[in-house]
């Protein structure tokens, strides 16, 4: 039986994925979580064998609970889920150690077919990724992106969304002077000099929603 973890904030998908999934007599949801924070608690409560996450939720995105689990037990398996298809962010999610990504506009047997693969783990991307476009030389931009690690593209998202670096700070439980450093960071990476900048890359990117000013 696989032991399955749902963390999203609409009630409406959790429950029917938890419906859909339940379909399989071989998996069963043990726990569901409405943010990245419940998420990680019922991960260190329920060990699931597969958990899946939401990208984009409130506070803290799926991408952080990603790096979390992943700090916590290297081997756990992650499978993201989103409504966008942004090769960046599926970038950003295998190399941050997710084992699947589907979007929310699959087929519905991706669902159970990516929380088997994720379970013997196989990476798994749902039908509707274009695998050969995904695969090919992304541009110069997704390159430099690339190279942010989970925590540096939290910090570069909530800054997006209109936060203060203490928002920051506070939210991920980190020091003002380490954001502050990320933000250098990120800035230098990205080959950005101001925060307008970032935001309309994020945008460009799914990375936030597009009438973030």
């Known amino acids: 039986m696989i032991r399955v973890l749902l963390v999203d904030d609409h009630p409406v998908v959790r429950a029917g994925y938890a419906r859909l999934l339940e379909l399989d007599d071989g998996i069963k949801v043990v726990a569901e979580a409405a943010c990245a924070i419940s998420g990680y608690i019922a991960f260190l409560q329920h060990r699931p064998d597969v958990t899946i996450t939401d990208i984009s939720m409130p ?47 699959s087929p519905p047997d991706n669902l159970i077919v990516g929380v088997k693969a994720a379970y013997n783990e196989r990476q798994y991307l749902s039908d509707d990724i274009a695998l050969s476009h995904f695969g090919k030389t992304a541009d110069e931009e997704a390159d430099r992106i690339s190279q942010l690690s989970l925590r540096e593209l939290e910090i570069w998202r909530l800054l997006a969304q209109g936060c203060t670096a203490a928002e920051c700070a506070e939210r991920l439980n980190i020091s003002l002077k380490t954001v502050a450093n990320n933000q250098t960071q990120i800035k230098e990476k990205l080959a950005v000099i101001n925060t307008a900048a970032l935001v309309h890359m994020a945008q460009r990117h799914q990375l936030i929603d597009q009438y973030v000013n």
Request: glycine letters at 8%; aromatic letters at 4%.
């Open 59 to 105: 506070h803290l995105s799926g991408l952080e609970l990603l790096r979390k689990i992943k700090q916590r037990d290297p081997a756990a398996k992650v499978l993201m889920s989103s409504m966008y298809d942004s090769h960046t962010l599926i970038r950003s999610a295998l190399d941050g150690g997710a084992t699947g990504f589907v979007t929310k506009n």
